[in-house]
């Protein structure tokens, strides 16, 4: 009896430890920081400079953050010249965010309420489907463009979009055709730039609307992208190149 009560405390420790293990990584992921910079990440690799000044920290913070992330294994590093960028440790890691994503809206009325009201309050903005964007683009009734920083764009974009940075949209409203409907982009449903991109359109005449997903949810269903540089893309270079 001895030698079994012993061998099943055994087990019990070692299961423990799985579990120990495993709370390490959802640790690092009951962070509002740590999962917008996850968003952020899947745009491409940045450093943290970069990864500071878009989720409105100071470096040293978001550097700590980044921390936390890679000692979890979600993110992992690489040097280039004397900068460390920054990149999601791969597809996995973005699929968990997708879930995580969905499990949120699911379980949690008021995330849909809070984007829901914040939509209305902007006059109802339109947002179409991936579905729809790409019949969309096939019978050419739109002109897409991407409102990221255009940092975010040259890592990668949908196929055929063009770079008008929400901060640039006031400058060269001038530049978009009047006679086409505008789609608006940016990194994903939680990202506000296309929302306040169609609004500021739609303040000036134009037919506009966003898309509902983000540039990585675009790539990662497979659709049809430009300069694809993150590891959730690895499967359409595959693709690309059978």
């Known amino acids: 009896m001895t030698k079994i009560s012993t061998q099943h405390m055994d087990i019990r420790k070692f299961k423990t430890t799985l579990y120990q293990k495993l709370s390490q ?18 745009q491409g690799s940045f450093p943290v400079a ?34 460390m960028f ?11 965010w997708c879930a995580l994503r969905k499990l949120g809206f699911a379980q949690n009325e008021e995330i849909s309420k809070l984007l829901n009201d914040y939509r209305n309050r902007r006059n109802r903005l339109k947002t179409i489907s991936s579905t729809e964007l790409s019949e969309k683009m096939d019978r050419q009734e739109i002109y897409l463009i991407d409102v990221r920083p255009r940092e975010e764009y040259e890592n990668g974009h949908i196929e055929d979009a063009v770079s008008y940075p929400q901060k640039e949209l006031s400058e060269r ?27 500021y359109l739609q303040k000036h005449g134009f037919k506009a609307a966003r898309l509902g997903g983000g540039y990585a949810d675009w790539v990662a269903s497979d659709q049809p992208a430009d300069n694809p540089g993150l590891e959730i ?10």
């Open 86 to 96: 920054y990149e999601l440790a791969g597809e996995h890691v973005f699929e968990t």
């Open 25 to 42: 990584v959802t640790k690092a992921l009951s962070n509002a920081h740590r999962l917008e910079i996850l968003d952020l990440l899947a």
């Open 173 to 199: 409203i001038k530049e978009l055709p009047e006679d086409r409907e505008i789609v608006a982009y940016c990194r994903g449903p939680l990202c506000l730039m296309a929302d306040e991109a169609v609004k």
């Open 50 to 83: 970069y990864i500071a000044e878009q989720i409105n920290l100071p470096v040293a913070n978001a550097s700590q953050h980044l921390q936390v992330l890679k000692k979890s294994g979600l993110v992992n590093t690489q040097r280039e010249g004397k900068y």
């Open 233 to 242: 893309h690895n499967k359409q270079r595959k693709k690309r190149t059978l």
